[in-house]
Nanobody, 116 residues
């Protein structure tokens, strides 16, 4: 059974930084893509950033230049470094993993609150 364990959320002031981490266990086949999505109250879940097996990345326009996604293939972990945080970044952040041949998985979510 695949499990995604997220960590690193919390409360930070505008302009601050947070680092989210997600570790996947129970993976059998290769992970084709890892990423982060977020959902603010009353809004849909939106893509934040993804990274594919070859290292290519994709970012939402709203986070380009501020967030950086990286992965450790050997440990099946993905990290989202978030800098210059803004109040509009406040949301529950979800880790997402796509495993070849088996499917897509979601973490339980971690709250990020940007407020003074």
């Amino acid at each position: 059974q695949v499990q995604l364990v997220e960590s690193g959320g919390g409360l930070v002031q505008p302009g601050g930084s947070l680092r989210l981490s997600c570790a996947a266990s129970g993976i059998i086949f290769s992970i084709s893509r890892m990423g982060w999505y977020r959902q603010a109250p009353g809004k849909q879940r939106d893509l934040v950033a993804t990274i594919i097996n070859g290292g290519g990345t994709n970012y939402a326009d709203s986070v380009k230049g501020r967030f950086t996604i990286s992965r450790d293939n050997a440990k099946n972990t993905v990290v989202l470094q978030m800098n210059s945080l803004k109040p509009e970044d406040t949301a529950v952040y979800y880790c997402n993993v796509i495993e070849q041949l088996r499917g897509e998985y979601w973490g339980q979510g971690t709250q990020v609150t940007v407020s003074s």
